[in-house]
Each structure stands twice: as structure tokens, then as C-alpha cells.
């Protein structure tokens, strides 16, 4: 399935904008919702790409991301949307002077996702993911 048909509308790489992904997601018909959480898995950088107004340098910086952070960000990512926990986005103030310091762009994806199972059948799931986006003078 193509997920791209899904969700039709782009959103801001803000917090506001990681709300509303969510929240039209959440709101698909089951089916939908966990295709949705398959091909973030499979295809994380593909998926904020359809998913969310990014600016070139952007693109750069998600494209250059290494595939273990990569990896962890989306599995973490796609748990959280299938089992509708939150997802939140903190990103670091960038200085104004770029010119007199380089500054390093950091992603770190956080979570305390956790999930249990009992011999009965019943399952519950909690925690949320954090993505942290900072940066550091050079």
C-alpha cells in the first residue's frame, strides 16, 4: 500500500506539526494506521519526507543521518504510532552568529517504550518517544 495516498497533507517540523501527524493518523481506520507504522519502519527518512514540510538543509541533515540512529529512531517511531503513544520533538535554539562558530546539528531519539504480555492474552503498551534535535558549537 501506498502510504504516500494516506496522508495527503504535509505539516511544519515542529512540535504542533508532530501533534497533528499524529493525531490524522490516529484517526485512520486500523488497516490504514498500521500501514502507516509499517512503512515508517521500512522507510523512516522516506516517510518524514512525505509526512512534513522540509527545507533543503533539512534533507540534507535527515539523509545524512547514519543508519543505527536511523534504525532505532524508526522502530521507536513506528511502535509508538501503531500503539498511539506519543511522539514529541524537542529542538535545541540555534545560534544567530553561524558565522563565527560552526555548530553541529544532533539527532537523539529517547523513549520509554515498554510493553507486557500475560499468559491470558492481554497485552498493554506505554511510554512515549522523544526526538531531541540540538546543536553544538564546533
Known sequence: MNTDQLVANTYPLTASGI????KNIQEMPPFELKA?????????KGWMAA??????????F????????????????SFALANG????????VKSMIEEEKPQMKIIRALSNLNANSG??????VGGYV???ISYVSQ
Open 19 to 22: 501533534n497533528d501527524v499524529m
Open 36 to 44: 502507516e507504522a509499517v512503512e515508517l519502519a521500512a522507510d523512516f
Open 51 to 60: 509526512h512534513f514540510e522540509l527545507t533543503a538543509k533539512q534533507l540534507v
Open 62 to 77: 535527515l539523509n545524512g543521518i547514519d543508519e543505527t540512529t536511523t534504525t532505532l529512531t524508526a522502530q521507536a517511531c
Open 85 to 92: 503513544l506519543p511522539i514529541y520533538l524537542e529542538k535545541g
Open 119 to 124: 499468559s491470558d492474552g492481554n497485552f498493554s
Open 130 to 132: 522523544t526526538i531531541q
